[in-house]
T-cell receptor, first 114, second 115 residues
Framework: AQSVAQPEDQVNVAEGNPLTVKCTYS??????LFWYVQYPNRGLQFLLK??????LVKGSYGFEAEFNKSQTSFHLKKPSALVSDSALYFC????????????FGTGTKLQVIP | GAVVSQHPSWVICKSGTSVKIECRSL??????MFWYRQFPKQSLMLMAT?????????EQGVEKDKFLINHASLTLSTLTVTSAHPEDSSFYIC???????????FGSGTRLTVV
């Protein structure tokens, strides 16, 4: 079955340090991959997406992600974490590429420590 | 960028009553909209997919008679929780497919509490 996995429930990082939030996918084709961020009691905000093209995708608020087909991964990264980055992050995929359905990972809570 | 407005942001209702949640795409036309439910500290669970002018497609285990979805125009989809019970209390989020930018834009969510 097609799926998206976020292996870490929580990631803690010190302010100013680089951060990585992991995401792997399982699909039989070329997935469309997304990262979203959610603040408490809010909807999801779009960070970035990979559809095709360059494997390194740059997104909002200084975040970037690298699509790695051989490792079936799409990890979210930021060179220098801010306290305000603390939130819940979701990796997601539209495996069909046709607005049929978006599959979400279980989410990773990022805690940036001052 | 694409904006989706979801209203209300929170609502408290009595058991047995119905609640309607609206989801509007403000600056683009959304042929397809999605409704999700999110439990505390959990991921989003897709409830149904609605296409403008046709019946919604519900995910397995979601009661279509309880969660009524209407997508009568290209900018508005509504979710009505009928005869609400405390177990329906949850955070409901809508999303609209933005075909111009290939992506999905989410509403800000509705916190429903049934007492």
């Amino acid at each position: 079955a097609q799926s998206v996995a976020q292996p870490e429930d929580q990631v803690n990082v010190a302010e100013g340090n680089p951060l990585t939030v992991k995401c792997t996918y399982s699909v039989s084709g070329n997935p469309y991959l997304f990262w979203y961020v959610q603040y408490p009691n809010r909807g999801l905000q779009f960070l970035l997406k990979y559809i095709t093209g360059d494997n390194l995708v740059k997104g909002s608020y200084g975040f970037e992600a690298e699509f790695n087909k051989s490792q079936t991964s799409f990890h979210l990264k930021k060179p220098s974490a801010l306290v305000s980055d603390s939130a819940l992050y979701f990796c997601a995929s539209d495996f069909s590429g046709g607005y049929q359905k978006v599959t979400f990972g279980t989410g990773t809570k990022l805690q940036v420590i001052p | 960028g694409a904006v989706v407005s979801q209203h209300p942001s929170w609502v408290i209702c009595k058991s047995g009553t119905s609640v309607k949640i609206e989801c509007r795409s403000l600056d683009f036309q959304a042929t397809t909209m999605f409704w999700y439910r999110q439990f505390p500290k959990q991921s989003l669970m897709l409830m149904a997919t609605s296409n403008e002018g046709s019946k919604a497609t519900y995910e397995q285990g979601v009661e279509k008679d309880k969660f009524l979805i209407n997508h009568a125009s290209l900018t508005l989809s509504t979710l009505t929780v009928t005869s609400a019970h405390p177990e329906d209390s949850s955070f409901y989020i809508c999303s609209a497919a933005d075909s111009a930018n290939y992506g999905y834009t989410f509403g800000s969510g509705t916190r429903l509490t049934v007492v």
